[in-house]
C-alpha cells in the first residue's frame, strides 16, 4: 500500500501533483523537494510580466499552504541520489527520504552554446525567477540587449526588452526564428512585428565568440561582425534533467521515457513535465517530450491519479502559447506527417493554419492574433485532432464555417 511519496521537482508539474494527491485523499506522507529557494511558481510571466514588472513570483501556492495540507516542502535541497533498490533518494542537505512511490519532475534547464565561457554577469540564460531579476535589471532606455536563438524565450524577452525601451538585436543561426514547430508563414508575421517595433533580426548568422568585460559584452559573427552589449541572453532550448534518472538506471530516451501512464521503466517510479519523454496519444504513440505549461500542469494530475492505484492515460492534445506584444500566437498537436495546409483568415491580423494529414485528419492547428482572437477556433481545432475525424481542407478554410459543425458533423 502506498504510504509515503516523494516528488523531486517543485515547479509547475510537483508542485501540482502534490496538490491534486491531497485533493483526491491521499492520507500518506508527501514529500516535495525543489533546489530553488522558492515555493513552486508559474515560469510563462519570467519572460513577460514578470520582467517587465519586476514582480514577485506568481505562486501556484505559497509555502503555508503546503504546510497546512501537510505537504512536508523542501525548499533549496536538491536530489543528489536514487536508490531504486533501498526506495530512498539522498538529499544535498545530508538526509534521505523513503518512498513508496516516487515522481521525478525535475524540468529542464537551459542549453548553453560551446562559444559561453562562463555564465554570469553579461551573459544569462531564462529559467528562473532569479535569472528574470537579474535579466530585468540590464533593461531600460538606454540599454542594449543581444539575445541568441529566435525561439520562444527569446523572442519574448525581445518584446519586454522593447517595451522598456532596450535596444534589442536578436540573432538566429537558422534562416527563419521559430523554425521548431511554428510554420513559416506564422514566424513571418511575427519578424513583421518584432521588426515593427524595432527589434533588429539577424538570421543565418552563426556565433564564433561571446565575450565580456567589466562594461560590455560582446558576440562575434562568424562572417566577422561584431555586436556589443549590455547583455547577452541565450535562448536556444532546453535540456531535460535526467542526471538522477540515468543514474539511477531508468530508461532515457530524449528525457525519462515514461509509458501511457507516465510510470518510468522503474514501476513505482513515476516522471512528468519537461523532464520526461512519452507516447503521445492521437499521434500513433510516437514518443515525444513537450516543454508546455499546460501539459506539466495535465501529467501532474495524470502523475498524481496512477501514483495512488488508478490506471489513467492522457487523452490530451499538445498545445502551446506565447504572447509578444499584443499579439499570442497558439499551437495544437503536432505537425510532423502534414500533408496539407489551409489557412483560414479570422481578420486582417488574425488567421490559423490547418495541417492536415494524409488522409484527411486535423493534425495539428496554429494561429496568431491580437489578444484572445484565434482561442476559441485553435480550442476546437484541439478537439477536433482528437475526434479523429476527416475534414473537409476547403470548410477549414472558409472562416463561414463553424468549426463547431465540423465537430458535430
Ligand atoms: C521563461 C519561460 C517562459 C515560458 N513560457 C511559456 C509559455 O508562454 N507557454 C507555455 O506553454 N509554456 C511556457 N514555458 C514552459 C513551462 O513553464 C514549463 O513547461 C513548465 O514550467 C514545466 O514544468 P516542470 O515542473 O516540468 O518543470 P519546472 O517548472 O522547470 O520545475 C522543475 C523544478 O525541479 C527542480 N529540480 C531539478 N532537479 C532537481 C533535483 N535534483 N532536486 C530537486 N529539485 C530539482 C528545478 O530547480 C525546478 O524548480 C515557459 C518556460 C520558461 C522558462
Known amino acids: 500500500m502506498t504510504q509515503q511519496i516523494v516528488i523531486i521537482g517543485a515547479g509547475e508539474c510537483g508542485g501540482r501533483a502534490a496538490l491534486s494527491l491531497r485533493d483526491r485523499g491521499f492520507v500518506g506522507s508527501i514529500t516535495l523537494v525543489g533546489s530553488e529557494p522558492l515555493a513552486p511558481y508559474e515560469r510563462p510571466p519570467l519572460s513577460k510580466d514578470a520582467i517587465l514588472l519586476s514582480a514577485e513570483p506568481k505562486f501556484i501556492a505559497q509555502a503555508d499552504r503546503f504546510a497546512s495540507l501537510a ?116 514566424a513571418e508575421a511575427v519578424a513583421s512585428r518584432h521588426q515593427a517595433e524595432g527589434v533588429e533580426i539577424l538570421c543565418n548568422a552563426r556565433i564564433d565568440k561571446i565575450e565580456q568585460s567589466a562594461d560590455v559584452a560582446e558576440v562575434l559573427l562568424e562572417d566577422g561582425s561584431l555586436i556589443q552589449a549590455d547583455l547577452v541572453i541565450v535562448g536556444i532550448g532546453s535540456i531535460p534533467n535526467t542526471e538522477l534518472a540515468a543514474e539511477a538506471g531508468l530508461a532515457i530516451d530524449n528525457g525519462i521515457a ?91 491580423e488574425a488567421f490559423i493554419l490547418f495541417h492536415l494529414a494524409e488522409d484527411g485528419r486535423l493534425l495539428a492547428a496554429s494561429g496568431i492574433g491580437p489578444g484572445n482572437a484565434i482561442a476559441r477556433d485553435i480550442r476546437l481545432a484541439e478537439m477536433l485532432i482528437a475526434s479523429a475525424k476527416t475534414i473537409d481542407p476547403a470548410a477549414l478554410a472558409a472562416p463561414a464555417t463553424k468549426l463547431k459543425a465540423l465537430l458535430a458533423a
Open 71 to 186: 505537504i512536508d516542502l523542501r525548499l533549496g535541497v536538491s536530489a543528489t541520489d536514487l536508490n531504486r533498490s533501498g526506495r530512498c533518494v539522498s538529499l544535498s542537505d545530508g538526509t534521505s527520504v523513503p518512498y513508496d512511490k516516487l515522481l521525478l519532475a525535475t524540468g529542464a534547464r537551459p542549453r548553453a552554446l560551446p562559444a559561453m565561457t562562463s555564465l554570469n554577469g553579461r551573459v544569462r540564460t531564462l529559467r528562473s525567477h532569479a535569472d528574470a531579476m537579474e535579466i530585468r535589471s540590464f533593461l531600460g532606455p538606454g540599454q542594449r540587449v543581444a539575445i541568441i536563438g529566435g525561439g520562444f524565450i527569446g523572442l519574448e524577452l525581445a518584446a519586454s526588452a522593447r517595451k522598456l525601451g532596450t535596444s534589442v538585436t536578436l540573432i538566429e543561426g537558422l534562416p527563419r526564428i521559430l523554425s521548431r514547430g511554428v510554420p513559416a508563414e506564422i
Open 258 to 348: 515514461v509509458d501511457n501512464h507516465l510510470r518510468t521503466s522503474d514501476p513505482d517510479i513515476y516522471a512528468a513535465g519537461d523532464c520526461c519523454s512519452f507516447p503521445a496519444t492521437h499521434y500513433g504513440e510516437r514518443r515525444v517530450r513537450l516543454e508546455s505549461w499546460r501539459s506539466a500542469q495535465e501529467q501532474a494530475l495524470l502523475a498524481a491519479a496512477n501514483m495512488m492505484g488508478a490506471q489513467e492515460t492522457s487523452t490530451a492534445v499538445p498545445w502551446f502559447w506565447s504572447d509578444q506584444y499584443d499579439l499570442t500566437l497558439q499551437v495544437a498537436g503536432l505537425a510532423e506527417g502534414t500533408a496539407a495546409t489551409v489557412r483560414r483568415d479570422l481578420s486582417a
